[in-house]
């Protein structure tokens, strides 16, 4: 095996990963940066909160749910007869 080829090869291994580290470095000091400065912006400007147009309807009696309970039991029997 050739000694320069194998330095060669760690040289430019040491390079990418140092390229990459270097990327990564900046990519997180970037997001960092973008958080703050839109923390900041948004004491300005703040996101307008849709509220929820859809009132949920309330059951009356404990046994309402007669309809899921029918389903359930239906799935249970289809599972169980695959079986």
Not at 12 to 32: D, K
Not at 40 to 62: C, G, H, L, Q, R
């Amino acid at each position: 095996m050739d000694l320069e080829l194998f330095k060669t090869g760690c040289l430019i291994m040491i390079i990418g990963m140092g390229i990459v580290f270097l990327f990564l470095w900046v990519m997180v000091y970037a997001m960092e940066l973008s958080t703050k400065v839109l923390g900041f912006i948004n004491k300005f400007m703040p996101e307008e909160v849709e509220e929820d147009k859809y009132v949920s309807k309330k059951k009356t009696a404990k046994n309402d749910n007669n309809e899921e309970i029918a389903v359930a039991i239906a799935c249970a029997v289809a599972e169980r007869s695959r079986a």
